[in-house]
T-cell receptor
Framework: LAKTTQPISMDSYEGQEVNITCSHN???????ITWYQQFPSQGPRFIIQ???TKVTNEVASLFIPADRKSSTLSLPRVSLSDTAVYYC?????????FGTGTRLQVFP | DTGVSQNPRHKITKRGQNVTFRCDPI?????LYWYRQTLGQGPEFLTY????????KSRLLSDRFSAERPKGSFSTLEIQRTEQGDSAMYLC???????????????FGEGSWLTVV
């Protein structure tokens, strides 16, 4: 299972775009990259998953460069309700190994 | 609401007592997982089931912990002789998986908080 490294915390303001970068230098060929969001006292919520290039859904975009050694979660126009912990995982099985995540604080 | 239901949501128990948590996964999901999360940390894998078979157990799952999924549907996690160090949020998750290859979305429940006093 690839180890991931992401910033411990980030601050932003409402309406701004937030980009959280995750490093996974030893990612395996068959690893996928998955991001989860977690609010206090709740379970993690799936945000987005990708293998390479760019993936976009209704809540976020995921950018993965060709070498796949990093990935960037992009949240457009964040609101106060996006304040949460965001986890990046690189995995090729359903056994997920979570790090401590990035604590995003959105200010008014 | 992801469709994974956990009960109870909160449990306060005295040290030495037994507690049991129940998880109802998303219907027809064949894989069910248990995780534990303490304050400030990410979830830690405990065990998982493929249908009714328990396929893997973490070293975190001491002999006081037992998990079952008798009919391949709901699951229970029992902690015997609870200790204060067992205080945590216990998360259940489920997925529909064919061969265990990545790309399957794993859905988590809201968690069951355990406080051992």
């Amino acid at each position: 299972l690839a180890k991931t490294t992401q910033p411990i915390s980030m601050d932003s303001y409402e309406g701004q775009e937030v980009n959280i970068t995750c490093s996974h230098n030893n990612i395996a060929t068959n690893d996928y990259i998955t991001w989860y969001q977690q609010f206090p006292s709740q379970g993690p919520r799936f945000i987005i998953q990708g293998y390479k290039t760019k993936v976009t859904n209704e809540v976020a975009s995921l950018f993965i460069p060709a070498d796949r050694k990093s990935s960037t979660l992009s949240l457009p126009r964040v609101s106060l309700s996006d304040t949460a912990v965001y986890y990046c995982l690189a995995h090729n099985t359903d056994k997920l190994i979570f790090g401590t995540g990035t604590r995003l604080q959105v200010f008014p | 609401d992801t469709g994974v239901s956990q009960n109870p949501r909160h449990k306060i128990t005295k040290r030495g007592q037994n507690v049991t948590f129940r998880c109802d996964p998303i219907s027809e999901h064949n894989r069910l997982y248990w995780y534990r999360q303490t304050l400030g940390q990410g979830p830690e894998f405990l065990t998982y089931f493929q249908n009714e078979a328990q396929l893997e157990k973490s070293r975190l799952l001491s002999d006081r912990f037992s998990a079952e999924r008798p009919k391949g549907s709901f699951s229970t996690l029992e902690i015997q002789r609870t200790e204060q160090g067992d205080s945590a949020m216990y998360l259940c998750a489920s997925s529909l998986t064919g061969t265990g290859i990545s790309g399957n979305t794993i859905y988590f429940g809201e968690g069951s908080w355990l406080t051992v006093v």
